[in-house]
């Protein structure tokens, strides 16, 4: 994984981390909501893994942000770093 893109995937999991304790969940609990593993959650969050496009939306549905939204942020934060 090149540079650029490593910093991007700990963008997209800050992001996330973000979100996630701004509703009060866990990483558990996203996990059980969004039928994913908590271990992919903590992988999402580290950037050690990327969601799918699918996951994305199953991730933006229970978060209650739109999948644009969070997009927008990962981009803000990417591009101001």
């Known amino acids: 994984m090149e540079g650029r893109d490593k910093e991007l995937h700990h963008v997209f999991g800050n992001?996330?981390?973000g979100l996630r304790t701004q509703v009060g969940l866990s990483q558990e609990q996203l996990g059980l909501e969004c039928g994913?593993?908590?271990?992919?959650i903590s992988l999402l969050e580290r950037g050690l893994r990327q969601p799918s496009l699918t996951t994305l939306f199953t991730l933006s549905a229970v978060l209650k942000v739109p999948a644009s939204i969070i997009i927008q942020q990962v981009e803000e934060a990417y591009l101001n770093k």
Do not use: I, P, Q
């Open 15 to 17: 992001v996330l981390r």
């Open 36 to 40: 994913l593993d908590r271990t992919f």
